[in-house]
């Protein structure tokens, strides 16, 4: 199974500071077919960006993803004060199984 | 709007089985996609647990799958999930969701989730 490792844990920033998250696989996503979505307290996660780069449908543009093979990042440009989430990153190139990462804390400094 | 609920027991005891079913409204089941269940637990985060298509083909994930069954009844519009001799282990909130649409891809809608407790 692909091990998917997301950094940093946590991390602290202001509204409309710039944010990038990490997720590193275990072996290459084939095809960057990897996905990332964000969750808030007591919601189910919400799927913001597959094919590594591709937003979803009504996805904000200062969302964006890049990446391939082992390494994908997600950023947002300038953060809001709605985006303060936890943010999964998630590979369905070699599956099944389907993975996802740890998850990484969005917070407010 | 697609949307999806969950329903089933809370409550559940170990060695028991495990029985959740996901409505859907809004679109229907044999028009395509596949159809899931994803659980997330304090100490595993989220995993997913399998999917099924319309034609009832499934795929699981291989680190349950002695112990799930997904099963499909399209005149109900609706999908469930059985997982056999749950433990403490298998205490989570259990998401059903719509897989991809012609491969188990990303999961574009979710449910609300429920949580299921494994307990005596």
């Known amino acids: 199974d692909i091990v998917l490792t997301q950094s940093p844990g946590t991390l602290s920033l202001s509204p409309g500071e710039r944010a990038t998250l990490s997720c590193t696989a275990s072996?290459?996503?084939?095809?960057?077919?990897l996905a990332w979505y964000q969750q808030k307290p007591g919601q189910a996660p919400r799927l913001l960006i597959y094919?590594?780069?591709r937003r979803a449908t009504g996805i904000p543009d200062r969302f964006s993803g890049s990446g391939s093979g082992t390494d994908f990042t997600l950023t947002i440009s300038r953060l809001e004060p709605e985006d303060f989430a936890v943010y999964y990153c998630?590979?369905?190139?070699?599956?099944?199984?389907?993975?996802f990462g740890q998850g990484t804390r969005l917070e407010i400094k | 709007q697609v949307q999806l609920q969950e329903s089933g027991p809370g409550l559940v005891k170990p060695s028991e089985t495990l029985s959740l079913t996901c409505t859907v409204s809004?679109?229907?089941?044999?028009?395509?996609?596949?159809w899931g269940w994803v659980r997330q637990s304090p100490g595993k985060g989220l995993e997913w647990i399998g999917s099924?298509?319309?034609?009832?083909?499934?795929y699981y994930n291989p680190s349950l799958k002695s112990r799930v069954s997904i099963s499909i009844d399209t005149s109900k519009n609706e999908f469930s999930l059985k997982l056999s001799s749950v433990t403490a282990a298998d205490t989570a909130v259990y998401y059903c969701?719509?897989?991809?649409?012609?491969?188990?891809?990303?999961?574009?809608?979710w449910g609300q989730g429920t949580l299921v407790t494994v307990s005596s």
């Open positions: 998630q590979q369905y190139g070699n599956s099944p199984p389907i993975t």
């Open positions: 809004g679109y229907s089941i044999t028009s395509g996609y596949f």
């Open positions: 094919g590594a780069s």
């Open positions: 099924i298509y319309h034609s009832g083909s499934t």
């Open positions: 072996q290459s996503v084939s095809s960057s077919y």
């Open positions: 969701v719509r897989d991809g649409l012609v491969v188990v891809s990303v999961f574009g809608y």
